[in-house]
């Protein structure tokens, strides 16, 4: 196994096991539709995103608040 399919098995886990169900519902989804075809830049921003805690996470997602910048574009691509 490669450098990079230890990487994404590693964040397809972290995406499908966080502290709160919406949130490993949501971002299990996204990462079991797009996490493979994902480049190194975004993965960069995706693993930086999962550092976040789930209640910020999760008010980025649904709206109730404004995600940082640097997480925007792909916050966007997460919602439902």
Known sequence: MNEREKRLKRLAIRSWRRGIKEMDLILGRFWDAEGAT????????????????DQDLYAWVSGQSTPPDAFAALIARLRP
Request: charged residues 40%; hydrophobic residues 40%; without cysteine.
């Open 38 to 53: 994902l480049d190194d830049e975004t993965l960069e921003i995706y693993e930086a995103m999962l550092s976040e805690n």
